[in-house]
């Protein structure tokens, strides 16, 4: 029975030390030195520790020993010893799973909290925006009254760039379902990210064949973005990032934390070969505004709209990482019936369109300005970028013949739009400009447009719409070809 166990024969074991049989040599030395010491006590050795089978593997065992006679312990000793291993796996699983649930429970629980704010909040902040607005056409721009509205409207903005993603984290995110295939996806959203970061190698591992899913495209972009730019910062120096798909069969344990239903689903595994994260930091990483980046600028919503979107779409998000070895993220979404949709005539088919040309960036936003230099760029534009009026304008004029089009944010800090854009016009009346904002085309965004921009981008950005919106900016009659 007992070689069975351990792998190795009568003979083998016969006159050899127990040490062979222990996970390592001071497991050994710390368990010999605990029962010694209990059995001289209580007259009983109890403990849990780890047996190595002959061929390698571990093996949870649980020893009992007593001395055969107590007052002459040299005369040697009795132990049984029993393998719990099983048992082990079982407790190890349900307290995984119990984490899990708990984990699960209380991001449910502050996501309906951030809904009920946000929703609130947001109706607040479309009060003072208003209001705003309308205090702003009693005075001339250059009146100090006008630049303290609009600096309030600035302050709006921030805020609503806030609940939008508390939104997303609260599953309330306006989405329009597709059934869609993930590999074309996940080819598309990963296209720009490496182009743009030479230093990370991507790996692909896509399963032919993969279930199609039914979600919202625009969300799922937005969700392997997130990942991957995690992965960008937690690979400085670069590294690797490995994208993989699968076909799975979940069963009813798999899922019963969730709430979702067992069957087949859609698998994505997007690992980095980055500094990785403790067990602590991994517990968090879903809750809103837990970040370890504050300093570089970390909000801590991108994994928790993530989050929000992947449950949404009744599918799981869940993270393994190690400090130093790198993060894995695995995304499951229930797979569908139904065939992929072609796009034929649809404008995200066309994909991302190439063009060139100079084109200057204006916006007060870091995360924007990064992101929207390197998709421009990979588009195969030269791009110039400014943060402030005062940049705008000395870039503008030292290279008015070489930009061609200017993106142009609403809202900079301490000016807005409509002065930037006289400004501009001041160097070049014919310049063509392109406003963004993260606001729908009404009140001051309105009025800025009728004051000649060329076209309007609503932020956040979606890549494809952004970069057909800037083609046709340059391109006004020719077909754009597709990338
Ligand atoms: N790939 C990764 N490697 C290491 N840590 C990560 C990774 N992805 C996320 N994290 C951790 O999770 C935290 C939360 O991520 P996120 O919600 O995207 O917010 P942010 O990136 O703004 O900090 C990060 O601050 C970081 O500590
Ligand atoms: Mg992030």
């Not at 209380?106 to 607040?124: E, P, S, T, W, Y």
């Not at 695995?330 to 072609?342: C, Q, T, W």
């Amino acid at each position: 029975m007992f070689c069975r166990m351990v792998g190795y024969s009568a003979d083998e074991l016969l006159d050899r030390t127990p040490r062979m049989l222990f996970a390592d040599v001071d497991e050994y030395e710390s368990v010999n030195g605990k029962m010694n010491d209990m059995m001289a006590q209580d007259g009983l050795g109890m403990m849990e520790t780890r047996a190595r089978h002959k061929n390698g593997q571990l093996l949870d065992i649980y020893l009992n020993a007593s001395y055969l006679d107590p007052q002459n312990p040299s005369a040697g000793m009795v132990v049984a010893i029993l393998d719990i291993t099983d048992r082990k796996r079982i407790e190890r699983a349900s307290r995984q799973m119990e984490l899990q649930l708990n984990q699960a429970q209380k991001l449910d629980a502050i996501g309906q909290l951030a809904g009920g704010i946000a929703h609130d909040f947001n109706n607040i902040l479309m009060g003072i925006q208003g209001n705003a607005s309308m205090s702003m056409m009693e005075y001339q721009p250059g009146h100090p009254q006008y630049q303290r509205m609009s600096r309030i409207e600035e302050y709006v903005k921030r805020g609503a760039n806030l609940t939008r993603q508390l939104l997303g984290f609260a599953r309330e995110g306006k989405y329009e379902l597709k059934t869609l295939s993930l590999n074309d996806l996940l080819w598309k959203s990963t296209r720009f990210f490496i182009e743009t970061h030479k230093e990370i190698e991507a790996v692909f591992s896509l399963q032919e064949d993969l279930h199609p899913v039914e979600a919202d495209a625009g969300q799922l972009e937005q969700v392997f973005l997130n990942l991957f730019i995690n992965a960008g910062h937690a690979m400085p120096k670069g590294g690797r990032l490995h994208i993989q798909t699968a076909n799975v069969t979940l069963q009813e344990a798999d899922v019963a934390v969730f709430q979702v239903k067992p069957g087949d689903y859609a698998k994505i595994s997007v690992s980095d070969t980055g500094m990785g994260m403790d067990a602590k930091t991994l517990e968090k990483i879903f809750e809103p505004f837990f970040t370890t980046k504050s300093e570089q600028g970390g909000t801590g919503l991108g994994l928790a709209s993530s989050y929000g979107i992947i449950r949404n779409h009744g599918g799981i998000i869940n993270a393994y990482s190690e400090p130093g070895h790198g993060a894995t993220f695995h995304i499951y979404l229930p797979s569908s019936e139904k065939k992929v949709e072609k796009e034929e005539d649809s404008l995200q088919d066309k994909g991302l369109l190439r063009g060139t040309g100079g084109v200057l960036l204006i916006d007060d936003e870091p995360v924007i300005l990064e992101l929207g230099s390197e998709l421009l760029t990979m588009l195969g534009y030269t791009v110039y970028r400014a943060e402030n009026k005062e940049d705008a304008l000395s870039i503008y004029q030292k290279n008015k013949d070489r930009i061609e089009l200017i993106i142009l944010d609403m809202i900079l800090r301490g000016t807005s739009g409509s002065e930037v854009l006289k400004a501009l016009r001041a160097v070049n009346p014919e310049v063509k400009v392109l406003l963004s904002s993260g606001y729908g085309l009404q009140g001051e965004v309105q009025k800025v447009m009728e004051m000649g921009c060329i076209g309007f981008i609503q932020k956040p950005y979606n890549f494809s719409d952004f970069s057909r919106i800037v083609h046709s900016a340059l391109n006004p009659l020719k077909r754009p070809d597709a990338l």
